[in-house]
């Protein structure tokens, strides 16, 4: 295709045009999607589960075929069968160089769960040696040429219409050995001849949905036979590569996508190319990015890599003419673009970039951002106990482990896929997860035990008959089991080195949430986490005087989680308030527990930004006075953090050194859920106290009331306000316990926290900032 040119443009050091021509609005109508694609508008491939495969290739012999080429030479020849064909490829990597030509409508597809499970690979490129008389890729075969060329070296070749890819991966891999230092192979230099294509398609209404394309240059091919029309939709997809990467003559559309420029390869500062289209000068449309990302690899310096180039495809140096030559024509449009990306480059016959005149580029942009880094943010250091070790969530996460999701089922998917690896998960919309395995809702009964019975739970377990000693017995068993069934699907266990950050205002899980059990390195943010409700909420005789019924979920649970940070979240019971329950065994029923408890050897966690509202026990820190193991840890800063109508435990702590600093506290005497206390002081706990702030009415406004002794021994603090005026809140803790001794010496200072802000400044500070929608990232 272009060996050689690229060389010239490396050794010539030649700068990148940073023009960057903006369509109009007007314009912009007429290129769409829809444009693209004209009479062909396909759905979205759906559910692959509904999918009933006719091949299954397993290279095992589980399948039909071993191989994915014997497969495909299986299918019927176009024109013979207007049935779809499916072909379901078993996870494992196939090295095979793939032709499939002229055949029946087909649909390939892999792993939904994980598109790296099946991967097709193959390493041929362009400069590689072949004998003449032997062919490259059989759709090209190129029987005189002595070496593979640039569509030779396709590992895989699609040359038939309505072919359809799913839930896979394609590579080329023959510039891997670079990357990894080994050397270049034989016929390529640091200064270019590197092609080697990853999957080449010359066909119309060719789909692909959830596929990862990966190479070096020249990754997707896509080529449109003379005076045919070529369409290719490429959607919710990863396409990776380092110059010239998404190239051809065809209509293309890659819409919802990440594309990635890659790092590792290139001579330093020579930089790349996404786009090359090679457009015939009568067509009007040719490449198309649309609602994507493109990022950039680590290592990668700002505004190295252009946007993209025209392909001048058989025109030399000089050579161009309007109206005869090639005049590719590109359009990115509502994307997101990252830091890395320059303008418009200089075509591959030298032809200078230009918006307008009579060698004009057919390039522009319509409504693009920067890509925002906030998906990427770490926490900053100093803030708070997070920062003691670094809190990186999945910041360093390859490309290919960015994904959004918008149900339960997607969500635990990409968890499973990607494990401890890092990862960034971006929750759109609100998140049921009381749902089943088709994202319905479900009652109760979904999870209840067969032996379980509410009716006869209260008879049996009635304080009259069975009075205060510990629960024992078959319904008592059958009840933990219903709960046990609830929560394996209501809780979702984050693995370490994960950021779970929400778009928008509204992203967030309901009816459910989320459990960090010895973890680390967690950052969860922008989310909103509302009515995790316990269908079997256990009753407890001893709790108390007369009993108590107890729930047993959270929305956010950590034990044992180690390096946390929750940011900018929003937290409440939702819909179905606990004061709405009904009475049983005399008492209320409780169906939420915490809204961020923090138990069990959990150590280094930041809390910051978030509004926690209409609740009861909000915040608990430490789960028994009896755990000796907590010694040591549940280190954990609160900052600038809204509590707003909860009635108790903003926290309440045992064991730990918690610093809380620049929150507000505003409570109501009566209602659902009426203010009682803030500050729990708890056994061996050290809180360090500085410039919250209390609204509270005159009624309930009592420096007492602020802070609460749980068998604590000390605490500190200075700076609050209640109401606006300076609060004592020690000498109020130790008034309202006359008969305990309380220090003011925690033995410790907090040096980890970030600038404090005055207590006046802190209520309209919160208010603006604090809870889900308030960093909007996109």
């Keep these: 295709m272009k060996t050689g040119l690229l060389a010239l443009a490396l050794l010539s050091g030649l700068s990148m045009a940073q023009e960057r021509p903006q369509m109009s609005d007007a314009e912009a109508l007429r290129y769409r999607v829809a444009d693209y694609l004209g009479d062909w508008q396909p759905a979205p491939l759906g559910d692959a589960s509904a999918w009933k495969a006719d091949f299954v290739v397993a290279a095992d012999g589980s399948g039909t075929h071993r191989t994915l080429q014997a497969a495909l030479d299986a299918l019927p020849a176009k024109g013979t069968s207007a049935r779809r064909v499916y072909i379901q490829l078993k996870d494992g990597v196939y090295r095979e160089q793939i032709c499939v030509k002229a055949k029946v409508p087909f649909t390939l597809y892999g792993n939904a769960a994980d598109p790296a499970a099946a991967t097709i690979v193959q390493g041929h490129y362009a400069n590689e040696p072949k004998k003449v008389g032997e062919p490259a890729n059989p759709c090209t075969p190129d029987l005189s040429a002595a070496f593979y060329g640039t569509a030779g070296s396709a590992s895989v070749a699609i040359f038939s219409d309505a072919a359809q890819l799913a839930h896979l991966s394609i590579a080329n891999d023959a510039m891997e050995a670079v990357r990894d230092g080994q050397g270049y192979p034989a016929g390529v230099s640091e200064s270019g001849g590197a092609q080697a294509v990853a999957l080449m398609t010359e066909g119309d209404q060719l789909q692909m ?4 394309l990966t190479s070096h240059q020249d990754t997707l091919f896509v080529r449109a036979p003379k005076d045919s029309l070529a369409r290719v939709l490429v959607s919710r997809s990863l396409i990776s590569g380092d110059v010239d990467f998404i190239f051809g003559n065809a209509q ?38 649309n609602a994507s990302r493109l990022v950039g690899e680590a290592g990668l310096k700002p505004g190295s890599i252009s946007l993209g180039r025209a392909w001048d495809a058989g025109v030399a140096k000089g050579a161009w003419k309007a109206g005869e030559s090639p005049n590719g024509q ?7 673009l990252g830091a890395h990306l320059g303008g418009w480059s200089a075509s591959t016959s030298r032809r200078p970039f230009a918006a307008t005149g009579e060698a004009a580029n057919r390039f522009s942009e319509y409504r693009n951002k920067p890509l925002p880094a906030l998906d990427h943010e770490t926490l900053a250091p100093n803030d708070g106990w997070g920062a003691a070790e670094g809190v990186t969530g999945g910041s360093q996460a390859k490309p290919e482990r960015i994904v959004e999701v918008r149900n339960r089922l997607e969500l ?36 209840r035990d067969p032996a379980f019975d ?26 933990i089991r219903s709960v046990k069934n609830q929560a394996a699907r209501i809780l979702i266990q984050l693995p370490s080195n994960t950021t779970l950050i929400g778009v928008g205002s509204d992203a967030g899980f309901v009816n459910g949430g989320l459990f960090l059990g010895k973890v680390e390195n967690i950052i969860i943010r ?14 407890d005789p001893k709790d108390g005087e007369f009993g108590e019924w107890n729930s047993e979920y959270d929305n956010v649970t950590l034990r044992g989680a180690r390096r946390v940070w929750v940011d900018h979240c929003t937290f409440d019971d939702g819909g179905r308030p606990d004061p709405g329950e009904p009475v049983l065994l005399g008492r209320r029923v409780q169906r939420h527990d915490g809204l961020l408890d923090i138990t069990q050897q959990s150590d280094l966690v930041t809390v910051s930004w978030n509004q926690f509202r209409n609740h009861d026990k909000t915040n608990l820190i430490g789960s028994s006075d009896g755990q000796k193991l907590d010694e040591g840890k549940l280190r954990v800063t609160f900052h600038h953090n809204l509590w707003e109508q909860v009635k108790a435990r903003t926290p309440r702590v045992r064991w730990g050194q918690v610093h809380l600093y620049n929150n507000l506290y505003v409570g109501r005497p009566d209602g659902d859920y009426a203010f009682e206390y803030s500050i729990g002081v708890g056994a061996k706990s050290r809180v360090f106290s500085e410039r919250n702030v209390w609204e509270l009415p005159s009624s309930i406004a ?39 001794t309380v220090s003011g010496d925690v033995g410790w200072a907090p040096t980890l926290h970030l600038p404090l802000d005055p207590a006046e400044q802190v209520a309209a500070k919160v208010r603006a900032g604090a809870g889900a929608g308030k960093l909007q990232p996109e």
């Design 252 to 289: 293309l559309v890659i819409d919802a996508s990440t594309i990635v420029s890659r790092a590792g390869r290139r001579v330093p500062g020579s930089g790349g190319h996404v786009l090359a289209p090679s457009t015939a000068p009568g067509q009007r449309l040719g490449l198309l990015i």
């Design 702 to 740: 009592d420096p007492q009331r602020l802070a609460k002794l749980w068998k604590g021994d000390a605490f500190f603090d200075r700076g609050s306000l209640l109401n606006g005026q300076p609060v004592d809140l020690l000498a109020a803790l130790r008034a309202a316990n006359p008969a305990a």
């Design 526 to 539: 922008n989310l909103n986490f509302s009515d995790a409700y316990d269908f079997f909420t256990a009753w």
């Design 412 to 447: 635990v998917n990409a968890l499973r896929a990607f494990g401890s690896h890092p990862k960034i998960i971006k929750v759109r919309g609100r998140i049921d997860l009381n749902v089943d395995d088709q994202n319905k809702p479900v009652t109760a009964e979904f999870y």
């Design 330 to 336: 590109a359009l990115i449009r509502d994307s997101l």
């Design 454 to 479: 509410l009716s006869a739970y209260l008879k049996a377990y009635d304080p009259a008959v069975w009075g205060r000693k510990p629960l024992a017995g078959p319904l008592e068993a059958a009840r």
């Design 209 to 212: 949905e959830n596929v990862r």
